[in-house]
């Protein structure tokens, strides 16, 4: 396909204390919300939510979110929401949440508004779910025909979650320009289903240097739990920027290694999304060809962010060989995203999972010594 696609969804709001004013973006969608959101963050919003949508006369029906953006886990809530005559869907919480809360509204034909509580992956803006297993295996991308209709991001609420999830949002957005360029350079397609267009290679170049120069003031202060003007800019590069970028751009190696790792057993799974990209990312770059000091500029942020950078940080220290291939053969499976920006083999990928574990571990040492 030659042609260009940009999608995006119909309104971003972001700002501190938005939640409040939830029920006036909303009430245009219907007077009746599904609200998807585990037991953790329902306690952190619930009363907030509430009231916002009580003052504009918007009534809620509660589904609990078991964890696992599967396609159980769609249907029970789809057939709760059915039997609630439900009038549009709303996701709360971190991206299997609202991935769930997507794929729900597509079953429903509704509207769908996201409010992520986490910087965490730039899953909220797009039209697209990623379905695991319900043992958290990857399985497919689904895809809608439209983006969200909302997507609502309470900084002030991102500033007091875990500095974790919010380093994971950094290295899931680091990626973007990384596949991005590589899908440009190769010819690929999209997430859209098209080429990239000038825009979302804007974005997406903007939103790496958006986090390279934010990017570790915006994480000291989601440790303070306070408000800032870095962690405003570091929220649009992890969400609308990434998610514009990502989608509009495309995804290649990153992401592709990120699924890979979902194929091997242990401690693995017990890394975040962004974790996992942020690993993959140096993957990509160990499989093109850049100076030692491009390549060490992504360690040196992903190591000031506590990210993993070596096979031992993705708990895979004592992985052999074949588990590295084993790896290399899930991201190299057909349909995957590496093929839009990538011509290689899981054998060579394999190769690349190795290198850049070493050039991680030569810089770690260099700077130990230094």
């Not at 875990?162 to 990384?178: H, N, Y």
């Not at 050039?359 to 700077?367: I, P, V």
């Amino acid at each position: 396909m030659s042609e260009r696609v940009f999608i995006s969804p119909s309104k971003y709001v972001q700002g501190k204390d938005v939640i409040d004013r939830l029920g006036t973006y909303v009430s245009p969608f219907g007077e009746k919300a599904l609200v998807i959101a585990d037991d953790v963050v329902w306690k952190i919003v619930k009363e907030r939510v509430e009231q916002s949508l009580s003052s504009e006369n918007v009534g809620i029906e509660k589904a609990d979110f078991s964890g696992e953006a599967s396609r159980h886990e769609v249907k029970r809530i789809a057939e709760q929401a059915k039997a609630a005559d439900v009038r549009f869907v709303m996701g709360v919480g971190g991206g299997k949440t609202l991935d769930t809360a997507k794929a729900v509204s597509d079953e429903l034909n509704v509207s769908v508004v996201i409010v992520p509580t986490l910087a965490s992956t730039d899953a909220p803006t797009s039209a697209l779910s990623v379905i695991y297993s319900d043992e958290g295996i990857f399985e497919s991308y689904r895809f809608y025909k439209k983006n969200p209709d909302l997507v609502l991001v309470d900084t002030k609420l991102i500033a007091q979650a875990p500095a974790r999830f919010f380093a994971s949002g950094i290295a899931d957005a680091l990626a973007t320009w990384v596949e991005v360029r590589s899908v440009v350079a190769f010819g690929g397609q999209t997430m859209a289903g098209g080429r990239p267009t000038i825009a979302a290679q804007a974005i997406a170049k903007r939103c790496e240097e958006v986090l390279f120069e934010h990017g570790r003031l915006a994480y000291e202060s989601v440790q303070a739990q306070v408000v800032t003007p870095a962690l405003e800019a570091v929220v649009e590069a992890n969400t609308l920027l990434s998610g514009l970028g990502f989608e509009s751009g495309g995804l290649a190696a990153a992401h592709a290694i990120h699924n890979g790792f979902t194929a091997l057993d242990g401690e693995i799974h017990h890394l975040t999304h962004g974790e996992k990209v942020a690993f993959g990312t140096l993957v990509q770059l160990a499989l093109e060809e850049h100076p030692q000091e491009e390549i060490e500029r992504y360690i040196a942020l992903y190591t000031d962010l506590g990210l993993p950078v070596t096979l031992e940080d993705v708990k895979l220290k004592d992985a052999s060989r074949e588990d590295i291939v084993k790896v290399g053969e899930a991201a190299t499976a057909e349909g995957e995203t590496i093929h839009s920006g990538f011509n290689v083999t899981a054998d060579e990928v394999a190769d690349a999972i190795i290198a850049a574990d070493r050039y991680s571990k030569a810089y770690l040492a260099k700077h130990a010594s230094s």
